[in-house]
């Protein structure tokens, strides 16, 4: 006779989610390169929901659960390969050394950003918002800013995806935010509201519909709206 105990789930409630492998590999370059493991977390929740996702590329092009950007003059991937001596290869396929080539980046932009702001401090998560707003490499001075806002609104707010848990966690990134980023939900019609931007890409067309279009975007909400609005880039939704 075979007698098992244990408690049952309440009805409608989902398992738990098993802790992923990138966890320990969040925390580990966070110790490395002194980059606040939560401000590395929302960064990659902003990018790709932490997917595990081997090799996984944008069409803006970044790589990997962090997305390591190559765009024209912006290379973050390259940056990571110099900071950490990974690979190309190793990078784009192993999370893990993608989430530590990630924080060798942005420790980099801190200290960019600490040379002309001496005070501060690599402790305080909202301190890094220059250096998060950076990390994309937008050309659009709003679209880095939206960029910053989406990452440290996610780290307010608090998230658990992918076997990654965030609890929710206040900074004072707002006081090194434009007033448009750090007041969002108040611009806007109701909380987490998002504001229609056009695109510059286009030409006249008709002047009735029969259809409209829900397109799904790679990346950050952010990221969506500086590609849209680059004129080098063409690309536009109808």
Known sequence: VLIGCGSELEPGSAPPQAQSPLEAA?????????VPVGVL?????VETRLSPTPNLESVSGGVGVMQLVRRGEIDRLGEAM?????????????GAANVRGSAAVLRQLFEQSQASEAALDGRESGDWY??????PGFDSATGSADYAADVFLALEKGFSVN????????????????????RRDAVLEYPGGAGWVASPNFTAGRSTYE??????MQGSYSGTMSWF???AAQVSAH
């Open 130 to 135: 220059q250096a998060v707003s950076n990390y």
């Open 211 to 216: 259809f409209v279009v829900i397109h799904t």
């Open 163 to 182: 076997g990654i848990t965030q609890l929710p966690s206040a900074s004072r990134w707002r006081v090194h935010a434009p007033v448009a980023s750090s």
């Open 26 to 34: 969040l925390q580990s370059a966070s110790r490395e390169y002194q």
């Open 229 to 231: 609005q680059n004129t």
């Open 82 to 94: 110099r900071l950490t001596g990974a690979t190309e290869g190793k990078l784009r396929v192993d």
């Open 41 to 45: 977390k929302a960064v990659g929740y």
